[in-house]
Nanobody
Framework: QLQLVESGGGLVQSGGSLRLSCAASGFTLNYYAIAWFRQAPGKEREGVSCISSGDGSTYYADSAKGRFTISRDNAKKTVYLQMNSLKPEDTAVYYC???????????????????WGKGTLVTVSS
């Protein structure tokens, strides 16, 4: 059974940093692309970043470029999202999702995912 559990959210001041974790169980992480999404109150869910299965190539939304870094530790079966220079507009619930043999890119955010986590709340105060 594919399961994803996010952690690492919290309250941080503008300009601060957080590292989100997405812990996987029930599947071999390297065979899955992992995508990070977020959903702010009253807004649609949007893709933030993703990392490919296999070669681990990455892709970032414009809002995340230069500030966020996605990485994967296959041994720990965990994907991380390091978020620096946080802004109040980054406030949202952040979700990770997995797709078997997926390739990172904007298309991934619009495809069906095999598993979703329940999310972790990030609040950035001004």
């Amino acid at each position: 059974q594919l399961q994803l559990v996010e952690s690492g959210g919290g309250l941080v001041q503008s300009g601060g940093s957080l590292r989100l974790s997405c812990a996987a169980s029930g599947f071999t992480l390297n065979y899955y692309a992992i995508a990070w999404f977020r959903q702010a109150p009253g807004k649609e869910r949007e893709g933030v970043s993703c990392i490919s299965s296999g070669d681990g190539s990455t892709y970032y939304a414009d809002s995340a470029k230069g500030r966020f870094t996605i990485s994967r530790d296959n041994a720990k079966k965990t994907v991380y999202l390091q978020m620096n220079s946080l802004k109040p507009e980054d406030t949202a619930v952040y979700y990770c999702a997995a797709q078997h043999l997926g390739i990172a890119g904007p298309h991934l955010w619009h495809q069906g995912m095999d598993s979703w986590g329940k999310g972790t709340l990030v609040t950035v105060s001004s």
